[in-house]
């Protein structure tokens, strides 16, 4: 068998390698989801646990550890949001009659008389609708109820998921080493440098990505906040929340928390003029995150696309659901390190240059 010959077996065994890796993710995909999280949340815990092994202290207490402690930050944070959006919840609701009362007497007014229609609602012709439709309303409910019960499994599939995640890190970053080790003696020598290099390049950019992607979410939820508290808006915190964790999404984050800013500020100020201090927020916050922000803590290591951010939050949220969506970048980001280097061997092969 000639180099030529070789090289193409060994890119043949490549591409069944990655159909059937393929085939078993989109079979096994009902399943992978609390696996996937786990995985993630072990390689970010991993440091922790392995310094705490220099310092001879068992992995398992180590491991055990570390989940103590990532279980007290969760309920710390729980602890604090929770009360704080209570708060913001009853001061929604104690304004709710007023944000009504403007609904009817300014805002539908408005629509009515530069759209030329009627949004008032005639409670004869309400009455006459509902009791035309009383009798279709066990055909309706029988509709229904197929709808709840799928939706209760959901719920119900979601909280096994939520609850093997633990179980699985647990076991992960225990035996982190030893399944490095076991899956580092099973690649083939022949392609073991290779790997290994890939493997290198891969943990660099994912440890960068998930490090300054969760530095920008934090920063940029603290600008937000600080930003619409400074300027008088009552639900700075949820509004500033919302708009901090989805600048993950391109552009997301602003046109969300600029669309619910501009109303929360509308109903409060009821004057357009000071609305404009709402917009002068958003528009530094994002001249913050693309011109500093996320050049100096991401960059331009990942190279994801905007388009491929998007494609790539739906993809894995329609595979995975919501854990999915969370899973999205990071794995998006290995993927893109793979085809870089898929894409360069592709460039020097014959294939290409005969």
């Given at each position: 068998m000639n180099a030529e010959q070789s090289e193409y077996l060994h890119s043949l065994w490549w591409l069944v390698l990655a159909c059937i890796s393929g085939g078993l993710i989109y079979l096994l995909s009902p399943i992978l989801t609390p696996f996937l999280l786990a995985a993630v949340i072990a390689y970010i815990c991993n440091p922790m646990v392995r310094r705490m092994a220099d310092k001879e202290i068992p992995r398992t207490v180590g491991t055990v550890l570390v989940m103590l402690l990532l279980l007290g930050v969760f309920a710390a944070l729980i602890l604090i949001m929770v009360p704080l959006f209570e708060k913001e919840a009853g001061r929604l609701l104690d304004k709710m009659p007023v944000y009504l009362d403007i609904l009817k007497n300014q805002a539908i007014p408005w629509l009515e008389?530069?759209?030329?229609?009627?949004?008032?609602p005639d409670m004869n012709v309400l009455k006459e609708a509902v009791s035309e439709h009383w009798q279709s309303a066990g055909g309706v409910a029988a509709k229904v109820l197929p709808s709840l019960t799928s939706g209760g499994m959901a719920v119900v599939e979601f909280l096994v998921n939520l609850?093997?995640?633990?179980?699985?890190?647990?076991?992960l970053l225990r035996d982190w080493d030893?399944?490095?080790k076991l899956i580092d003696e099973m690649i083939p020598r022949y392609w073991h440098d290779q790997v290994s290099q890939l493997a290198r390049e891969t943990d660099r950019i994912l440890a960068e990505f998930l490090r300054g992607?969760?530095?920008?979410?934090?920063?940029?939820?603290?600008?937000?906040?600080?930003g619409l508290w400074l300027v008088g808006l009552e639900f700075a915190l949820p509004i500033g929340l919302v708009a901090g964790i989805l600048v993950f999404v391109p552009y997301l984050g602003m046109i969300v928390?600029?669309?619910?800013?501009?109303?929360?500020?509308?109903?409060?100020?009821q004057d357009w003029a000071s609305v404009i201090p709402v917009w002068g927020v958003f528009g530094i916050g994002q001249m913050l995150e693309g011109m500093l922000l996320?050049?100096?803590?991401?960059?331009?290591?990942?190279?994801?696309?905007?388009?491929?951010?998007?494609f790539a939050l739906m993809a894995f949220g329609?595979?995975?659901?919501?854990?999915?969506?969370?899973?999205?970048?990071?794995?998006?980001a290995v993927l893109l390190?793979?085809?870089?280097?898929?894409?360069?061997?592709?460039l020097s092969s014959n294939l290409y240059n005969s």
């Open positions: 008389a530069r759209f030329d229609i009627n949004l008032q609850l093997l995640v633990p179980v699985v890190l647990f076991y030893v399944l490095l992607q969760l530095s920008v979410i934090m920063l940029m939820s603290i600008c937000y906040i600080t928390g600029l669309t619910l800013a501009t109303v929360a500020a509308l109903m409060q100020f996320t050049p100096w803590l991401v960059g331009d290591r990942i190279g994801l696309h905007p388009v491929m951010v998007i329609q595979l995975f659901g919501f854990f999915g969506i969370l899973l999205a970048l990071p794995v998006s390190v793979w085809l870089r280097h898929i894409h360069q061997r592709y």
